[in-house]
């Protein structure tokens, strides 16, 4: 068998590097410690998402932002301090700008009208955030690919 002299290592090295590059940068953002741990669990095996901070409520989810840069937000609508609509409202003036997903454990129409129009780009039901988190995760991580 004929090697290049570190052909082995520069494909393995390459492949590590494009995927740091694909994983998407994470916060979650609820004021449940429980729903914050079970996202984190979830993402944990995602192989394109890496939760990089957690924050209780919207103030502390906006300057977290603001620190960690995270390519994607996952944010309750509901929380104390600063709800997730007002914090939306502050993230979208941020550089560079995260894809910001609002979710609630209701899915009226109003709330969906309400998220988007504060800026955020996805608004999701709790009932149904597994699988539109997937979708997410493999649009943007696509998206990043580009």
Do not use: W
């Not at 916060?27 to 914050?36: G, I, P, Q, W």
């Not at 979830?42 to 409520?57: F, M, N, R």
């Amino acid at each position: 068998m004929v090697r290049a002299a570190g052909g082995a290592k520069t494909v393995v090295m390459g492949l590590l590097i494009a995927e740091r590059r694909a994983r998407l940068r994470v916060l979650v953002v609820d004021d449940s410690a429980e729903f914050r741990s079970a996202v984190r669990a979830y993402l944990h095996g995602a192989t394109d998402a890496q939760v990089v901070g957690e924050a209780a409520d919207g103030d502390e989810a906006t300057h977290e932002v603001e620190r960690l840069r995270p390519s994607l937000v996952l944010m309750d609508m509901h929380m104390p301090i600063c709800n997730g609509i007002e914090a939306t409202r502050r993230m979208r003036t941020l550089e560079p700008r995260p894809h910001i997903v609002l979710f609630s454990l209701h899915a009226e129409p109003e709330l969906q009208h309400a998220a988007l129009a504060a800026g955020a780009d996805e608004f999701y039901s709790k009932r149904d955030f597994v699988p539109l988190v997937e979708a997410t995760l493999t649009k943007l991580s696509s998206a990043a690919q580009r």
